[in-house]
């Protein structure tokens, strides 16, 4: 069954960046899978922070973190990555990397995501 890694994780002051990577191993089915990053902070619901669209190799962003974030999917190695510019305090929560089942369509709905990682830790501090 595949598994789900992600790192990169950490404490940074408001305005400076980081990078999560999720390394997916034993992947099992072809590449028809749509990817996410989720987050949860707490006392929140998990949020959807964004996703990569399989079918149009797109990715879509939450209003909140558009302009600021940016997906990307490497198919050889496995990894997907989530870059993070310009973080604000509201960003501080656990990211998670998340895998759809096969052949789902659209990329923000959340039903369709059914492996998950561990998740990383973001702390910005103001």
């Known amino acids: 069954q595949v598994q789900l890694v992600e790192s990169g994780g950490g404490l940074v002051q408001a305005g400076n960046s980081l990078k999560l990577s999720c390394t997916a191993s034993?992947?099992?089915?072809?590449?028809?899978?749509?990817m996410a990053w989720f987050r949860q902070a707490p006392g929140n619901e998990r949020e959807l922070v964004g996703c990569w669209r399989w079918r149009t190799q797109q990715s879509t962003y939450s209003n909140s973190v558009k302009g600021r974030f940016t997906i990307a999917r490497d198919y050889v190695r496995n990894i997907f990555t989530l870059q993070l510019n310009n973080l604000k305090p509201e960003d501080t929560a656990v990211y998670y990397c998340t895998r759809s089942r096969e052949y789902a369509e659209e990329c923000t709905n959340h039903r369709d995501y059914l492996t998950w990682g561990q998740g990383t830790q973001v702390t910005v501090s103001s």
């Open positions: 034993k992947w099992t089915g072809g590449s028809a899978h749509n």
